[in-house]
């Protein structure tokens, strides 16, 4: 069975920093782009960033660029998601997802809190 | 930027009704890049459709998805009881956009 698994969530103080990770298994991820999706508390969904499938090409919402940063690595099977300078307004559920058709597969998600 | 509206913003059904599901856009957009999809509450979304009227894997075919253009519409035929969700339609391009959604509750 397919599965997303992200981790890394948590609390953290306005300015802070904190890792997302996202575990996938079984398809064969080396060769699928990958987003993460976030969604504020009682909101809508807002993509983020994605990235390609080698990690040559890398795309940002503008509400992240310059502060977020998407990566990878296909030997772990592992897509990540750096969080620098974080706001408030940052606060959300954090969703990686398989970027093929649409947003085909998704993980169960994992919390960000930014607060003082 | 192309902005999706969709409505109404909630609609209010009973099971075995039939759903019908607005999604518009502010310009005119590829039908291969606009997808649906549902949300339950908890839990992460799910992909129903693909290109406006490709079901996604295991979606039953009581969903359909039709339009072009910057009007889009999904529906569904006959309400189950499990198909009380909120539903969003985005463009899958550019900034992949999503609508603000659209709540499905039981009437």
């Known amino acids: 069975e397919v599965q997303l698994a992200e981790s890394g969530g948590g609390l953290v103080q306005p300015g802070g920093s904190l890792r997302l990770s996202c575990a996938v298994s079984?398809?064969?991820?080396?060769?699928?782009?990958m987003s993460w999706v976030r969604q504020a508390p009682g909101k809508g969904l807002e993509w983020v960033a994605n990235?390609?499938?080698?990690?040559?090409?890398?795309y940002y919402a503008d509400s992240v660029k310059g502060r977020f940063t998407i990566s990878r690595d296909n030997a772990k099977n592992s897509l990540y998601l750096q969080m620098n300078s974080l706001r408030v307004e940052d606060t959300a559920v954090y969703y990686c997802?398989?970027?093929?058709?649409?947003?085909?597969?998704w993980g169960q998600g994992t919390m960000v809190t930014v607060s003082s | 930027e192309i902005v999706l509206t969709q409505s109404p913003g909630t609609l209010s059904l009973s099971p075995g009704e039939r759903a019908t599901l607005s999604c518009r856009a502010s310009?005119?957009?590829?039908?291969?890049?606009l997808a649906w999809y549902q949300q339950k509450p908890g839990q992460a979304p799910r992909l129903l459709m693909y290109?406006?009227?490709s079901r996604a894997t295991g979606i039953p075919d009581r969903f359909s998805g039709s339009g072009s253009g910057t009007d889009f519409t999904l529906t569904i035929s006959r309400l189950e009881p499990e198909d009380f969700a909120v539903y969003y339609c985005?463009?899958?391009?550019?900034?992949?956009?999503f609508g603000q959604g659209t709540k499905v509750e039981i009437k």
């Open positions: 997802a398989r970027d093929g058709d649409a947003f085909d597969l």
């Open positions: 990235i390609k499938n080698d990690g040559s090409e890398i």
């Open positions: 985005q463009h899958f391009a550019d900034t992949k956009r």
């Open positions: 290109g406006a009227s």
């Open positions: 079984k398809f064969i991820f080396s060769t699928s782009w």
């Open positions: 310009q005119s957009v590829s039908s291969t890049y």
